[in-house]
């Protein structure tokens, strides 16, 4: 099997088997406990974990360290890397850094801007953005030199991976712009988590006619709701997600004690559906603050026991 | 232009308050366009320091000029057979008059009397807005006109980010979206494929990034 | 009409209340005067379409510059009224008049005569 990198993920999808991945939030503090023990709760039900990077622009510790820890254990972490905080100096370094302990994921960001977090008066950065990262990446691991044009030692062996948002506006460049990451060199997508399944069909029929089911592999993004509140907030306070009037409704009509298993229910069934989906190479479920669920969500979708790589 | 904003009143008074004679300088040019250092602020920033001294019972003068530019050394001049009669100047100019004025005269305090925001256009009377930020190196012929660089709260010079919402940039909902502007003008220009095209990693040492900046022209110097 | 209203007030005549600029507002109460107010057309029927318009936002304006150093903004204020209206125009002269009483004088006045006795 040709691989350019050893990542399991890489394997796991070049293989042609549906790729599994879940994220784990870092915490508010130095406490790694926190992530060992969301990790070891999902270990056997993923094939690659996401660590976020100051998600939404909340400070936490950092996703390098946490990728470090999982690597660690024996687990095979995706870094996840925005481009708000740090110059490409800095972005160069942590890349090296993961790469010295061979972390062989990367998922590149531009990152929230940092009016949602809790530094709305500090500086951003924005030295690149995510296509420009991507394209960093994949210059440093395949021509094995640094932006400035000196050798690297040692470099990078990353299987480099990017977010899509096909909710977001302006939904007619949604395409043109995944295409244009795979230009820059991406090999891998994480999609915005997806409620509006008519219209990801849209975009999937519209990305294959561009011939760009062949050139990157994407992985569907779900999460499911825990409450019919969560879905109402999701659907009006956050930019950029869809969530369709009947999927509320459904979630709703149900009584409260009911709520999460019906959330549950609609995320599997939505699995379920995305499966035949013809593009769609793998999951990726983020299960905020509820990553409990993940291991019940892969079982019930059919995708559990995740295949044995070497 | 140059859009600058008048400073409250109480940080001004904070500054002279311990002086007794002081010149209010305005500026002819900018700051008169965005009304905030003109002829005319300068009569009311003068009009209302004198009645917020005299309520507190001290006794302030006030000399107003209003200078066509201070940002060249010509129009300062103006300022030489007087300036040291004074205790202290509060300019109206922005930043770079402000500064100007100091330099041209050093054994005087200088005080800014507005806040200077950015370089913007008039959308219409009393609303301004940003469009550039100095980069040094124009890409508005890659962008149909929009740049990036001062409309998008990222700069993203390959947007837009998935938190564009229907045309709203995602931390301010009546701020527009930059590349929404960017992909709405390439299709009305039909130049809709230029979007495909991957603008490369920018170079910001021309930018504040790469230190203060100055620009030579030998073939004027004299 | 000879209606009566108290003389305390001084009526300075415009063209119209769009000819208002905030420094004459300003000016007035440096002078010493304990309030004043600026009286435009019925809104809808300027002669001039708008001025009284951006009279009442110039007026605004100097509210909260008043209020800023001290001498209080509710000694300004803006009358819509018709030209023609006597009685109310004597109404909102005695409505101003017990008003400005009520808030006592400019609290530069003592400052004033300092300077006018030295």
């Known amino acids: 099997m040709n691989t350019k990198t050893p990542s399991r993920l890489e394997k796991i999808l070049t293989s042609g088997n549906l790729a599994v991945t879940s994220e784990c939030g870092p915490p508010r503090g130095s406490d790694g406990e926190v992530i060992t023990k969301k990790a070891e709760m999902i270990k056997d039900y993923v094939d690659a974990i996401n660590i976020t990077d100051n998600q939404t622009s909340v400070t936490r510790l950092c996703s390098l360290a946490a990728c470090i820890r999982l690597k660690l254990m024996g687990l095979e972490p995706i870094l996840q890397m925005v481009t708000r905080d740090r110059n490409r100096i800095a972005l160069q370094s942590d890349i090296l850094g993961a790469a010295s302990f061979d972390i062989f994921n990367i998922l590149c960001l531009s990152g929230d801007h940092q009016k949602f977090g809790d530094c709305p008066q500090g500086q951003n950065v924005f030295d690149i953005d995510s296509m420009q990262l991507i394209q960093t990446v994949r210059h440093m691991r395949d021509e094995g030199k640094f932006l400035g044009g000196d050798a690297i030692e040692r470099p990078p062996r990353m299987f480099v991976g990017a977010a899509a948002n096909p909710f977001a506006d302006p939904f007619e460049i949604r395409v043109r712009r995944l295409a244009k990451k795979v230009a820059a060199g991406v090999e891998f997508i994480q999609t915005q988590c997806i409620y509006n399944l008519d219209k990801f069909e849209v975009y999937m029929k519209q990305a294959g006619d561009r011939g760009l089911h062949e050139k990157v592999y994407i992985l569907a993004g779900v999460t499911p709701f825990k409450s019919a509140g969560m879905a109402k907030y999701m659907k009006n306070r956050v930019p950029g997600m869809d969530v369709p009037d009947e999927v509320v409704a459904r979630m709703s009509g149900v009584p409260k004690e009911k709520q999460p298993e019906e959330g549950i229910d609609i995320c599997v069934e939505s699995i379920q559906r995305l499966k035949e989906l013809e593009g769609v190479r793998g999951f990726h479920i983020m299960a905020i603050e509820w990553e409990e669920m993940v291991p019940e969500i892969v079982k019930r979708a059919g995708l559990y026991p995740r295949p044995k790589i070497e | 232009m140059i859009v600058a904003e008048r400073k409250p009143i109480e940080e001004i008074m904070g500054f002279v308050r311990d002086f007794k004679k002081i010149i209010i300088a305005g500026c002819n040019e900018c700051v008169t366009v965005c009304y905030a250092g003109g002829k005319k602020e300068v009569e009311i920033l003068a009009s209302a320091l004198s009645m917020a001294f005299m309520k507190e019972g001290k006794e302030l003068e006030i000399k107003e000029v209003t200078l066509e530019r201070q940002c060249d050394p010509e129009y300062l001049e103006e300022l030489r057979g007087f300036i040291y009669d004074y205790d202290a100047v509060v300019s109206l100019a922005c930043g770079v008059g402000v500064q100007f004025l100091a330099e041209k005269y050093l054994k005087i305090p200088v005080f800014p009397g507005v806040n200077t925001l950015f370089m913007g256009v008039t959308e219409e009377k009393g609303v301004w807005s940003e469009r550039c930020q100095g980069c040094g190196q124009c890409i508005l012929g890659q962008t149909a006109g929009i740049c990036p660089i001062s409309r998008c709260a990222k700069r993203l010079l390959n947007g837009p980010c998935g938190g564009s919402t229907k045309g709203k940039c995602e931390i301010n909902p009546e701020l527009d979206c930059a590349w929404q502007l960017i992909i709405d003008r390439l299709k009305e220009l039909g130049r809709l494929d230029d979007y495909d095209t991957l603008i490369p990693i920018k170079d910001w040492s021309t930018e504040r990034a790469g230190g203060p900046r100055k620009l030579v022209r030998e073939d004027l110097q004299q | ?118």
Do not use: W
């Open chain 3, 1 to 118: 009409m000879r209606l009566s209203y108290p003389d305390s007030i001084r009526i300075i005549r415009l063209p119209c209340t769009g000819k208002v600029d905030v420094i004459y507002l300003l000016r007035a109460f440096q002078k010493g005067a304990d309030g004043v107010y600026v009286a435009g057309c019925l809104e809808g029927e300027c002669h001039y379409l708008t001025g009284n318009l951006r009279a009442r936002k110039k007026v605004e304006y100097a509210k909260k510059i008043l209020d800023e150093v001290g001498i209080g903004g509710e000694r300004l204020e803006m009358y819509n009224i018709a030209a023609s209206d006597g009685p109310r125009f004597a109404e909102i002269a005695r409505e101003m008049h017990e008003k400005i009483m009520a808030l006592g004088p400019n609290p530069i006045k003592g400052a004033l005569r300092e300077k006018k006795a030295a």
